[in-house]
């Protein structure tokens, strides 16, 4: 893959955009603004993660079922796209999974603890979407979202919808 | 063997980020005429030192050697005495070291070494030691490379320009400086 930091400053800008456009004109921010950037970032992530998907299983064999998927997810992918594995994976058996990496690569250089927490989420939504996107493309409709307690490491909780 | 302090400037003269390890004395003066009357003692040098040995940095036409020695002269010395780092009977300004094509890197008095690094990006880097530390231009550029650009450039929250807050630089940067071979807790 290119040099990791064109991404990175991309991301940021991509960011910082769509929130200063949300924002022009308007002295604050309320909820609503900013659950209308969320969405925007994630809808572009779901995009992009289509995209990641077909072109990353390319060459790999169908999957068996669910966790196969959710373990290819979290292996190859996160790889692919954020230079680590996701070091934990927890599954309720029932459509439920919770992805856990302790030092996700786009929060690093924010901050190691408690400082700028609050601006965390903000930064998580492309990535959220990339997973719903790259899960869709494999046959799996579900709903991701991403808590963070103490940075860098953060929590993508996946929940697949069954029809 | 100590680092008494470090500043970091931006090309337009505001200080972005200080700190001090082991500083003697404290001027008498607020932080922020500290850090104007630094950026300004700093600015004269080099326009000195352009003028000095005008074919090491601009190779265009030389210089008449103007008044600004005795200004920045001065400047250093007022500010020598302000910052004081250890009780200073004598603050001479004994040499200035210039390079081929680098410019002003240092000087130092009876009591302590100025070093300086400027980054292409107007970014000002400026670190007080004693006497023992010859040559800290590496160090400089180290901080620059793998913490400013890896911390604060990176870091999506922090507007380029302002001061610098976040708790990971300067957690990073303390434990480097605290980490290099010439720093101790205690000053010679």
């Known amino acids: 893959m290119a040099d990791e930091s064109l991404f990175d400053f991309l991301h940021m800008e991509i960011v910082s955009h769509i929130y200063k456009e949300q924002q022009s004109g308007k002295e604050e921010m309320d909820n609503k603004d900013r659950a209308v950037c969320v969405s925007v970032l994630e809808s572009m992530g779901f995009r992009v993660g289509q995209g990641l998907i077909e072109r990353l299983t390319r060459d790999s064999p169908s999957f068996k079922d669910e966790l196969d998927v959710m373990k290819f997810v979290c292996k190859d992918f996160w790889t692919k796209v954020f230079r680590r594995q996701v070091d934990n994976l927890r599954t309720n058996h029932q459509g439920t999974y919770v992805l856990q990496d302790n030092t996700f690569s786009l929060l690093t250089q924010l901050s190691n603890g408690k400082q700028y927490l609050d601006q965390a989420p903000k930064y998580l939504a492309f990535s959220c979407g990339i997973v719903r996107g790259a899960l869709s493309n494999l046959g799996l409709d579900s709903v991701v979202t991403a808590e963070v307690s103490v940075m860098p490491s953060c929590k993508f909780q996946v929940v697949v919808q069954k029809l | ?188």
């Open chain 2, 1 to 188: 063997m100590t680092v008494h302090n470090l500043y970091i400037f931006d090309r337009n003269g505001s200080c972005l980020y200080y700190n001090e390890w082991n500083r003697k004395k404290q001027a008498g003066i607020s932080k922020d005429e500290e850090f104007k009357l630094m950026y300004g003692m700093l600015f004269s040098i080099r326009s000195f030192v352009s003028k000095m040995s005008p074919l090491d940095m601009y190779p265009s036409q030389a210089r008449p050697v103007s008044a600004c020695l005795p200004v920045c002269l001065s400047a250093c010395l007022c500010l020598s005495a302000c910052l004081c780092l250890p009780p200073c009977q004598s603050v001479v300004l004994s040499s200035l070291s210039v390079l081929r094509k680098e410019g002003f890197m240092s000087f130092q008095t009876s009591k302590y070494r100025l070093h300086y690094y400027e980054t292409p990006s107007g970014l000002r880097f400026v670190m007080n030691t004693d006497l023992s530390v010859p040559n800290a231009r590496e160090t400089l550029q180290h901080i620059y490379s793998s913490l400013y650009v890896e911390y604060i450039v990176k870091n999506p929250v922090c507007v380029l320009g302002q001061s610098l807050d976040s708790e990971l630089f300067s957690s990073r940067l303390d434990s480097f400086i605290r980490g290099l071979p010439f720093y101790s807790p205690r000053a010679a």
